[in-house]
């Protein structure tokens, strides 16, 4: 089972005792600020780190046919959690 945006909007309206259109500004907000700083590294204290990582160009292949064919390069917006993430998870 997933954990979508409907459900965290549920969870911070409930928690935080905010309205559920309120919940999903808050959300809203947090998500374009990454997305506007993604060429920086955004660190959220005994949380984790938003950064960007660069994947090199490389060759694939379709399984099924084996042909190959060239994968261009690309960045991507990652996340490393904080020791203190990995601890209660783990």
């Known amino acids: 089972m997933g954990f979508g945006k409907k459900d965290i909007i549920k969870n911070i309206s ?3 005792l905010f309205t559920s259109n309120t ?8 998500l374009d600020l990454i997305k506007e ?17 660069k994947s090199p160009a490389r060759i694939g292949r379709n399984p099924k ?18 020791n203190k993430v990995k601890s209660i998870l783990n």
């Open 65 to 82: 046919t084996k042909e190959e064919f060239k994968i261009p390069a690309s960045e991507k917006l990652a996340f490393k959690a904080s």
């Open 23 to 30: 919940s999903n500004l808050f959300l809203n907000a947090f």
């Open 37 to 53: 700083n993604k060429r920086k590294k955004i660190k959220i204290s005994k949380f984790g780190t938003y950064y960007l990582h």
């Open 14 to 16: 409930s928690k935080a």
